[in-house]
């Protein structure tokens, strides 16, 4: 029996015709297409049962009964890979293989029972796909007695069936059966003949470098673009950082080494990069994650992956393969992934207010689409676990408008339900699908019937992200949606960001911004950790700022004590200089109110009180120098240099201390504060000029009116 690897890669595309798949043939005459094991036929029998396209009961050419066949469900992945290939490649020529099996009589002159029916057109696809070629069975291989039923029929027939062929072929004016097939269709199989793989890197257990580098050593080469190349190469994508780029035939070696095996790189559909990444660059450090509707495991991976260097939890809801995928956990502890919890309700189901999506910020809404932008429907179906119902639309090319318009009120009804969440700051809405009903008319409405009813912040729509687009892909999207159009190098994608208007009340922390502008990949190599212990220290300084404005009784207290021993001390120095020099008033106004008097400002909320006592001497530094003050307002105390300033008059209300009241004169102090640096001044006043001589009354009358201010 052929292994599943020796299969797949010696077989062509099953959707290309005989003419462009099944023509090489090998020296000695073999066909490169053996056939696929019993098993297979079995399987792909089933799955095009449940697909297949009903006709009206007047055009029904042949019967198909409700009796599946019974096959094993412990096959290889690769088995079940092959299987739908072949039910879907069945189910585009349905048709022409039901007018084949009238022609050549099989029917209705075979007695073969109805529920073999299925079976027969799977088997027949094969068939004509191997030129009518007589299938090689390796001795190993376990026979089903069904399926040799129908073989033996076939090749019973196989000159009738040939000539139905080539006669269904002239009909259509067509060079082979693949041209028969609609337009869509065919450019659907094109592209997917060179759709390149793309895988994304695990960062929890490897890095990029890394990968890089292990890529290199197994002989690929890293290149800037992988389309129209066979030799092992890989590139970078455009968008996402951190996914990688294959030509699609090498898929079976690398799935073979140890990056893939160990969970280091994993194929994934770069529709879903996209998304995660869109609610990755919208996120702060502390906030939460909900996912709708994800069917493969492997985005909640990398949403979680993308997320763990922060205390975000990502939750998970209307998760279609939980079913089929028993054990989720086992996966996210080989993967890493640690912050994930699956929500068991409908998405729908599940309230804004419930109390364990309250630190949500981002959802994330991956609704069911018609996915008629994906060209390979096959491996998007495996992966991302969506309902084979898929193919059926594919196959001729597009959707009913009665099934587009259920799956367009889905989509509103989901994304008007994610918009209550009042909590939430954003949601991203994306889709594979090219049809507009799903995509743009959808948001709009959701946008244009939001509830007035919730006091929150209305959504609007904004911008694709900087990580994912380039300035100049910015300003070329008019109406703010990432598009991604089906081509040969990536399928068909469709992003839109809702985010709330920003409360004009609203603060954002400084953490955020940093988170903001780290997501965005705007400080490579600066750690945010730092950020919140000075944002402590911040709200620390804050709570003891008051407690500092109700000292201010204590500081004068001090200062009057302070002006006490300064007094004694001048006036014993006093005596040894001479006292009869006359002071020049015009000297006071020049030295002792420079242009911060002239030009006073206003006294601050919280000034820093400083004071300096001079003589009625000749200005000279002076001998003692003390600082009194209120802590700044700041997160951080200043230390500033002793300066001599002149205050205004000081009355001091000490009326119980007569001895301190005798000793200080009436003399004049200033002091001025304001944004600009102190002035260090000398100004002679004319209080205590000796010992016993009295202070003088007569200041001059511009030093008055310029005190008022200060009072």
């Avoid at 029917?107 to 299925?118: A, E, K, R």
């Avoid at 009665?402 to 367009?408: C, G, I, M, R, T």
């Amino acid at each position: 029996m052929l292994s599943p690897t020796t299969a797949l890669s010696r077989r062509a595309s099953p959707g290309l015709s005989p003419d462009a798949a099944g023509s090489d043939r090998s020296s000695a005459g073999v066909p490169e297409k053996p056939g696929y094991p019993d098993s297979v036929y079995v399987r792909a029998a089933n799955i095009f049962q449940g697909i297949r396209t009903e006709k009206a009961p007047d055009k029904v050419l042949i019967k198909y009964g409700n009796q599946p066949l019974p096959s094993s469900e412990s096959e290889d992945e690769s088995w079940r890979r092959l299987s739908y290939e072949l039910a879907f490649s069945a189910l585009k020529y349905q048709d022409i293989l039901e007018t084949m099996l009238i022609d050549s009589y099989i029917f209705p002159s075979t007695t073969i029972p109805d529920h073999l029916n299925s079976l027969i057109i799977v088997m027949l696809y094969d068939f004509q796909d191997r030129k009518f070629q007589t299938r090689v069975l390796p001795d190993n291989e376990e026979s089903i007695s069904e399926v040799q039923e129908v073989e033996n029929l076939l090749n019973s027939f196989k000159v009738k069936l040939a000539a139905a062929l080539a006669r269904c072929r002239i009909k259509h004016d067509a060079l082979s059966i693949y041209h028969i097939l609609p337009e869509t269709v065919r450019k659907q199989e094109l592209r997917a003949s060179t759709l390149p793989l793309y895988a994304w890197i695990n960062t929890c257990k490897i890095s990029p470098e890394d990968v890089y580098d292990n890529l290199k050593r197994k002989g690929y080469i890293q290149v800037k673009s992988v389309l129209h190349v066979d030799d092992k190469v890989f590139a970078v994508d455009q968008h996402c950082y951190d996914v990688l780029i294959f030509p699609s035939h090498h898929k079976n070696d690398l799935i073979n080494t140890d990056l893939f095996k160990d969970y280091k790189l994993v194929f994934q559909d770069k529709s879903r990069s996209l998304a995660v990444h869109s609610v990755k660059a919208l996120l702060n450090m502390d906030d939460d994650i909900l996912m709708v509707n994800t069917g493969s495991w492997y985005t909640v991976a990398h949403m979680a992956i993308l997320t763990h260097n922060n205390t975000s939890k990502v939750f998970v809801c209307g998760v279609r393969a939980q079913a089929k995928d028993p054990d989720s956990k086992k996966l996210f502890a080989k993967m890493g992934c640690k912050n994930i919890e699956i929500l068991r309700e409908a998405f729908t189901n599940i309230e804004s207010k419930d109390h364990r999506l309250q630190k949500v910020k981002v959802i994330l809404l991956l609704p069911r689409c018609s996915g008629l932008g994906v060209s390979n429907p096959v491996e998007f179906i495996l992966n991302e676990h969506e309902d084979t119902g898929l193919l059926k639309d594919l196959s001729q090319g597009g959707t009913s408008e009665e099934k587009l318009h259920v799956l367009a009120q889905q989509q509103y009804e989901q994304l008007v339900h994610a918009m209550r969440f009042t909590k939430a700051q954003a949601v991203v809405y994306c889709t594979c699908s090219v049809y507009p009903e799903e995509n743009e008319a959808v948001v709009k409405k959701a946008l244009d019937f939001q509830d007035p009813g919730i006091k929150v912040q209305p959504y609007r729509l904004s911008p694709p992200v900087l990580p994912l687009c380039s300035l100049k892909e910015i300003h070329l999207s008019t109406d703010k949606f990432f598009r991604m159009e089906p081509s040969e190098i990536t399928n068909g994608c469709f992003i839109s960001i809702l985010t709330r208007e920003r409360d004009p009340s609203e603060t954002v922390s400084v953490k955020d911004v940093l988170a903001r502008a780290a997501a965005k990949g705007l400080l490579d190599g600066i750690e945010l950790g730092k950020s919140a212990k000075k944002e402590k220290k911040k709200k620390k300084s804050k709570m003891l700022l008051p407690k500092a404005s109700m000292t201010e009784n204590g500081v004068q207290l001090k200062i009057a004590e302070f002006l006490s021993r300064e007094t004694k001390a001048n006036a014993n120095r006093s005596e040894m200089v001479a006292t009869k020099t006359p002071l020049p008033q015009k000297g006071a106004a020049q030295v002792g109110v420079p242009s911060q008097i002239r030009k006073p400002g206003k006294p601050a909320p919280n000034p820093l009180v400083a004071t300096s006592v001079r003589n009625t001497g000749p200005c000279r530094p002076c001998e003692r120098h003390t600082n009194f003050g209120r802590p700044r307002p700041e997160d951080r105390m200043v230390a500033l240099k002793p300066v001599e300033i002149v205050l205004p008059p000081v009355f001091l209300p000490f009326p119980s201390s007569p001895g301190i009241k005798s000793q200080i004169p009436s003399q004049h102090l200033f002091f001025r504060t304001g944004p600009k640096p102190l002035v260090s001044t000398c100004l002679p006043t004319p209080s205590v000029c000796r010992r016993g001589e009295k202070p003088k009354e007569n200041v001059p009358s511009s030093l008055n009116r310029r005190l008022r201010p200060w009072l």
